[in-house]
């Protein structure tokens, strides 16, 4: 990064006034040093290069002046990754730390909106308290997940204040979601059996304008939600992750709107295309039989959760990818459809799976040969960028298609290349 | 759409979309880039009518099939749309591709979804490939409607040509002749009733 020479000629200027002459040379190398090797932003790295040359030679005064001139705080949702900031929000959430390095974690938020926060338990600042105000002077903000996230270090300046402003959030609907900290008002639309042991709850939650996943890491103040049920849900983190956005209720304020329901958007898509790839989960696969788990075992019937299950259902699936030549979209086609599509049903595939030592991949190969390479046309519902597949079929080829096409290519457009 | 390619946030997966196009068109690419620094960033075949393409959706009828090579076997063979020809191969580092090589049959309509790709030959000269992901012998009708998507995909690029970034660089590029190709759909599309 090219020093801006106004920068070099206004420290030089500071110090022309006190009767120290410096070279441009040295100070410019002194910013360098800062905002290229450190990425220092510009403006912070002129105020240190000051205070620095300051204490080199003796002086004071104007640096501490300046340093003591109240910086003008910047609105929370005006924060962005690579800022120094100084911003003044109430801590609407504290939740456990994650590592020893971190001294406390939370979001915080004012008027304009929130933002997730780590305090570094090198910075020794004071233990922040819930529902206190603060000013912070000098905080960083990187990126993490793809969401803003504001860095407390040992340079940051950290004031109670006492004014009080009260403001509520506004709900924003999920299919405006961005990475970063939201409130939202959602029905629970599923409720998923924790995949980790980390994990207290995860699920699906709609609304009017969409869908989206949910995670609960387990913490003390862990509340559960049912399914069925409306929440007001303040300050979720939102996390995006393999171009998937996930809610985040650890730490946040979850309160049931009692009585309350929400017409969730069915997400009622159409899709047609070419049926370009088959995924790992294709085929007859067996399923946990203990209630309410129904996961998919591994070829040694092992559940993630209920260990080896020798006692399982069968099942039939499809999962793969249509592509209309502009969007690839994941789709997961069960049973029934599947039947129908491949020309295998279930109970044909049990057979030729218990007869025959290879019935399963031969199954998933017939499966192959039928579907990949041919158009289909597929609705069902839209569950975070994977269409389940509702009604699926083969599309017939269509000779008024094909006649409207040859007009369409015999006229050259008006004002074309010959 | 035609713009799929930018600013895509990172660290996320994005299956990139299988172009549909015809062979002369293909053919007739010389352009490949990749998108961003990374050794992971996906590689492009910049088409003439001006879209990118990392992966192509193709049908026609198998010819020339051939397993070359001892101990590395591969495949090649070629792929006849009304266009013209294709120019497939799959290597052993793509054992399910292979597989579905070694069973297709010569004369088989076949659905090839890949990925495109500008080689030079020792003598100097260009040409195109596909490298295969998936084969997979279709009927008449699955040819015959692929070759109206085709079609329709191209004269929609060539009714975007000169309105998005990548159709400006292909002008640049090729100086196209959006002509040229609107007649290659037309005879395609009329080929097609034969």
């Given at each position: 990064m090219d020093i801006d020479p106004q920068t070099t000629e206004r420290i030089s200027q500071i110090f022309k006034e006190k009767g120290v002459l410096l070279e441009n040379d040295k100070i410019e190398s002194k910013l360098k040093l800062l905002t290229t090797d450190f990425g220092i932003a510009p403006e912070e790295a002129e105020k240190m290069v000051t205070n620095e040359l300051m204490r080199e030679h003796g002086l004071s005064g104007p640096s501490q002046q300046s340093s003591s001139a109240p910086q003008q705080a910047i609105p929370i949702s005006g924060a962005s990754p690579g800022d120094w900031v100084t911003v003044e929000g109430k801590v609407v959430s504290l939740s456990s730390p994650p590592s020893e390095a971190i001294a406390q974690s939370g979001i915080l938020s004012d008027e304009s909106?929130?933002?997730?926060?780590?305090?570094?338990?090198k910075s020794n600042a004071p233990a922040l308290e819930e529902r206190k105000w603060y000013r912070f002077e000098s905080a960083t903000v990187d990126e993490y997940r793809g969401a803003p996230s504001m860095k407390i270090h040992s340079g940051t300046t950290i004031t109670h204040i006492e004014e009080e402003k009260t403001f509520m959030p506004t709900p924003v609907p999920i299919s405006e979601l961005k990475p970063g900290v939201s409130t939202i008002r959602a029905k629970v639309v599923q409720d998923w059996e924790p995949r980790h042991e980390r994990m207290f709850q995860s699920g699906l939650l709609g609304d009017e304008s969409g869908t989206v996943r949910f995670v609960t890491w387990k913490d003390d103040a862990s509340v559960r939600i049912e399914a069925g049920k409306v929440y007001n849900i303040y300050y979720a983190g939102v996390d995006e992750f393999q171009g998937r956005l996930s809610l985040n209720l650890t730490g946040a304020m979850v309160l049931e709107d009692e009585?309350?329901?929400?017409?969730?958007?069915?997400?009622?898509?159409?899709?047609?295309?070419?049926?370009?790839?088959?995924?790992?989960?294709?085929?007859?696969?067996?399923?946990?039989?203990?209630?309410?788990?129904?996961?998919a075992l591994s070829r040694q019937n092992y559940c993630p959760v209920h260990e080896i299950q020798n006692d399982f259902r069968y099942d039939l699936r499809i999962t793969g990818v249509v592509d209309d030549g502009h969007k690839a979209t994941n789709v997961l086609i069960q049973r029934e459809e599947a039947e129908k599509l491949t020309e295998i049903t279930l109970d044909?595939?049990?057979?030729?799976?218990?007869?025959?030592p290879l019935g399963f991949d031969d199954i998933t190969m017939k499966m192959q040969e039928a579907l990949i390479g041919r158009y289909v046309e597929c609705q069902g519902s839209d569950i975070d960028g994977t269409l389940l597949v509702k009604g699926c079929s083969l599309v017939n080829y269509d000779s008024t298609r094909h006649a409207d096409l040859i007009n369409r290519a015999s006229v050259s457009p008006a004002g074309g290349e010959q | 759409m035609a713009n799929g390619g930018f600013s895509r946030p990172a660290g996320s997966f994005i299956r990139e979309p299988a172009v549909r196009v015809f062979s002369a068109e293909l053919r007739e690419s010389r352009l490949q880039f990749r998108d961003g620094e990374d050794e992971k960033s996906p590689s492009f075949v910049l088409l003439p009518t001006g879209e990118r393409s990392n992966r192509i959706f193709i049908c026609g009828e198998v010819t020339q099939k051939e397993k070359r090579g001892d101990q590395n076997t591969f495949y090649t063979a070629r792929l006849r749309d009304p266009a013209g020809l294709f120019f497939l191969n799959a290597g052993s580092y793509q054992q399910e591709a292979m597989q579905q090589m070694a069973k297709i049959n010569q004369g088989d309509f076949a659905a090839v979804v890949g990925k495109p790709g500008i080689r030079e030959t020792p003598d100097g000269s260009i040409?195109?490939?596909?490298?295969?992901?998936?084969?997979?012998?279709?009927?008449?009708?699955?040819?015959?409607?692929?070759?109206?998507d085709t079609a329709e995909q191209t004269l929609d690029r060539l009714e975007r040509f000169g309105s998005t970034d990548d159709s400006k660089k292909a002008s640049e590029f090729y100086n196209t002749s959006t002509e040229h190709y609107r007649r290659i759909v037309y005879e395609s599309l009329v080929a097609a009733d034969i």
């Amino acid at each position: 990064m090219d020093i801006d020479p106004q920068t070099t000629e206004r420290i030089s200027q500071i110090f022309k006034e006190k009767g120290v002459l410096l070279e441009n040379d040295k100070i410019e190398s002194k910013l360098k040093l800062l905002t290229t090797d450190f990425g220092i932003a510009p403006e912070e790295a002129e105020k240190m290069v000051t205070n620095e040359l300051m204490r080199e030679h003796g002086l004071s005064g104007p640096s501490q002046q300046s340093s003591s001139a109240p910086q003008q705080a910047i609105p929370i949702s005006g924060a962005s990754p690579g800022d120094w900031v100084t911003v003044e929000g109430k801590v609407v959430s504290l939740s456990s730390p994650p590592s020893e390095a971190i001294a406390q974690s939370g979001i915080l938020s004012d008027e304009s909106g929130a933002i997730r926060f780590i305090v570094w338990a090198k910075s020794n600042a004071p233990a922040l308290e819930e529902r206190k105000w603060y000013r912070f002077e000098s905080a960083t903000v990187d990126e993490y997940r793809g969401a803003p996230s504001m860095k407390i270090h040992s340079g940051t300046t950290i004031t109670h204040i006492e004014e009080e402003k009260t403001f509520m959030p506004t709900p924003v609907p999920i299919s405006e979601l961005k990475p970063g900290v939201s409130t939202i008002r959602a029905k629970v639309v599923q409720d998923w059996e924790p995949r980790h042991e980390r994990m207290f709850q995860s699920g699906l939650l709609g609304d009017e304008s969409g869908t989206v996943r949910f995670v609960t890491w387990k913490d003390d103040a862990s509340v559960r939600i049912e399914a069925g049920k409306v929440y007001n849900i303040y300050y979720a983190g939102v996390d995006e992750f393999q171009g998937r956005l996930s809610l985040n209720l650890t730490g946040a304020m979850v309160l049931e709107d009692e009585g309350a329901d929400i017409q969730v958007a069915s997400g009622n898509m159409k899709l047609s295309g070419a049926f370009v790839h088959m995924g790992g989960g294709t085929g007859l696969i067996k399923r946990c039989k203990v209630e309410g788990c129904n996961r998919a075992l591994s070829r040694q019937n092992y559940c993630p959760v209920h260990e080896i299950q020798n006692d399982f259902r069968y099942d039939l699936r499809i999962t793969g990818v249509v592509d209309d030549g502009h969007k690839a979209t994941n789709v997961l086609i069960q049973r029934e459809e599947a039947e129908k599509l491949t020309e295998i049903t279930l109970d044909a595939a049990i057979e030729m799976a218990e007869n025959n030592p290879l019935g399963f991949d031969d199954i998933t190969m017939k499966m192959q040969e039928a579907l990949i390479g041919r158009y289909v046309e597929c609705q069902g519902s839209d569950i975070d960028g994977t269409l389940l597949v509702k009604g699926c079929s083969l599309v017939n080829y269509d000779s008024t298609r094909h006649a409207d096409l040859i007009n369409r290519a015999s006229v050259s457009p008006a004002g074309g290349e010959q | 759409m035609a713009n799929g390619g930018f600013s895509r946030p990172a660290g996320s997966f994005i299956r990139e979309p299988a172009v549909r196009v015809f062979s002369a068109e293909l053919r007739e690419s010389r352009l490949q880039f990749r998108d961003g620094e990374d050794e992971k960033s996906p590689s492009f075949v910049l088409l003439p009518t001006g879209e990118r393409s990392n992966r192509i959706f193709i049908c026609g009828e198998v010819t020339q099939k051939e397993k070359r090579g001892d101990q590395n076997t591969f495949y090649t063979a070629r792929l006849r749309d009304p266009a013209g020809l294709f120019f497939l191969n799959a290597g052993s580092y793509q054992q399910e591709a292979m597989q579905q090589m070694a069973k297709i049959n010569q004369g088989d309509f076949a659905a090839v979804v890949g990925k495109p790709g500008i080689r030079e030959t020792p003598d100097g000269s260009i040409f195109v490939t596909v490298r295969v992901e998936t084969i997979t012998p279709v009927d008449r009708d699955t040819y015959l409607t692929w070759i109206d998507d085709t079609a329709e995909q191209t004269l929609d690029r060539l009714e975007r040509f000169g309105s998005t970034d990548d159709s400006k660089k292909a002008s640049e590029f090729y100086n196209t002749s959006t002509e040229h190709y609107r007649r290659i759909v037309y005879e395609s599309l009329v080929a097609a009733d034969i």
